[in-house]
């Protein structure tokens, strides 16, 4: 399981399609899965249910998935944060798009289905997350000023890097 994880804005979803296709693996993106469980979409969870609720059901979907077939996973922004997620990662390559706050809010202003974006503390919640990204990562990869094709093919070279897992 391969799982890319970064603020909003760092490209998670662009890269992890490209990634998966180069691959050959199917691409998933975690709060798609959460939108088609509960049939509501992520802004409607955080507003009628508050944050608390959804990181709860975002765990629990991101548990199911790191359970299944292998993939490319896109984790949101703050599905780092979880203590049980970040223990569950430990066994997937974790590639960490890494964005600078003022690139991601470039990337992210017009977004209207972002629920964060509008929190009046998003760059402390920004300086938060770092640690945890960093905590889970088994990769880190740059993305400011970067086209989603470069950095694609960073992550393959540094995958191709990797010592092969013995037969099982």
Known sequence: MIVIVGFMGAGKTTVGHLLA?????????????????????????????????????????????LAGQDAVLALGGGGVEH??????????????????????????????????????????????RLASYEAVATQIVATDGRRPEAICLDILGRLAELPSAPPG
């Open 21 to 65: 296709e180069k691959l050959g693996l199917p691409f998933v993106d975690a709060d798609l899965v959460i939108e088609q469980r509960t049939g509501r979409s992520v802004r409607e969870i955080f507003e009628a249910d508050g944050e608390p609720a959804f990181r709860g059901i975002e765990h629990q979907v991101t548990a199911d998935l």
């Open 83 to 128: 203590s049980a997620t970040q223990q569950a990662l430990r066994a997937s390559q974790v590639i960490y798009l890494q964005v600078g706050y003022e690139e991601s809010m470039l990337r992210v202003a017009h977004d209207e289905y972002r629920p964060l974006l509008r929190a009046p503390d998003l760059q402390a919640i920004f300086r938060r």
